[in-house]
């Protein structure tokens, strides 16, 4: 049974940092790549950022470019989203998701292209 649990999240101001994490059990986590979204209130589901099963090349959505930064530890089966420069428009609600395959292409930010799911943490940034 594949398990999926995000943490991390919480309430900050505009400005300031958080950091994400998500273990993954019951699946070979050093061969899939893996993919943070997330989702306002409102909103569809997008895709944040993807990374490559080795670590080696990662991807995000231009929105966090240069502010956000995703990292593995094969090791220890866990994905991170370090996030920095928060602003209000970051407020939602992030979903860690393990891809179908190895690498990212160019369909990590389609939701079909990840076959299991975490929960989701909550982000709240105050202006």
């Known amino acids: 049974q594949v398990q999926v649990v995000e943490s991390g999240g919480g309430l900050v101001q505009a400005g300031e940092s958080l950091r994400l994490s998500c273990t993954v059990s019951g699946l070979t986590f050093g061969l899939v790549a893996m993919g943070w979204f997330r989702q306002a209130p409102g909103k569809e589901r997008e895709g944040v950022s993807c990374i490559r099963y080795s670590g080696r090349s990662s991807y995000y959505a231009e929105s966090v470019k240069g502010r956000f930064t995703i990292s593995r530890d094969n090791a220890k089966n866990t994905l991170y989203l370090q996030m920095n420069s928060l602003s209000p428009e970051d407020t939602a609600m992030y979903y860690c998701?393990?891809?179908?395959?190895?690498?990212?292409?160019?369909?990590?930010?389609?939701?079909?292209?990840?076959?299991?799911w975490g929960q989701g943490t909550q982000v709240t940034v105050s202006s």
């Open positions: 998701a393990a891809n179908r395959d190895a690498a990212c292409s160019g369909t990590w930010t389609i939701r079909s292209a990840y076959n299991y």
